[in-house]
Nanobody
Framework: QVQLVESGGGLVQPGGSLRLSCAASGSIGSIYAMGWYRQAPGKQRGLVAAFTSGGTNYADSVKGRFTFSRDNAKNTVYLQMNSLKPEDTAVYYC???????????????WGQGTQVTVSS
């Protein structure tokens, strides 16, 4: 089994910063991709930032404000969020496409989500 544990959400004022972390653990054989998605009330879940073998992709709405990074040795990814806006308010989910030690297929795993609220 694989677990994704997120941390770092919270309440911040507009213009402020937060840093999210997501650590993958368990029976990990290979990681194809890891990233962050978010879902605001009444909206569909959408990509924020993610890396694959092709590089790192960002949603247009966060380019220049958010920075994705990863520590391969720790199977951990981070999302540094600067210049936060009220429209960034959402539940942020970590996603990973992983092949476990006992599987031959890559499967998607999700964290439990962490709330980010940007409000004055």
């Amino acid at each position: 089994q694989v677990q994704l544990v997120e941390s770092g959400g919270g309440l911040v004022q507009p213009g402020g910063s937060l840093r999210l972390s997501c650590a993958a653990s368990g029976s990990i054989g290979s990681i194809y991709a890891m990233g962050w998605y978010r879902q605001a009330p009444g909206k569909q879940r959408g990509l924020v930032a993610a890396f694959t073998s092709g590089g790192t992709n960002y949603a247009d709405s966060v380019k220049g404000r958010f920075t994705f990074s990863r520590d391969n040795a720790k199977n951990t990814v981070y999302l540094q969020m600067n210049s936060l806006k009220p429209e960034d308010t959402a539940v942020y989910y970590c996603n990973a496409r992983i092949r476990t030690l006992t599987d031959y297929l890559f499967r998607d795993y999700w964290g439990q989500g962490t709330q980010v609220t940007v409000s004055s």
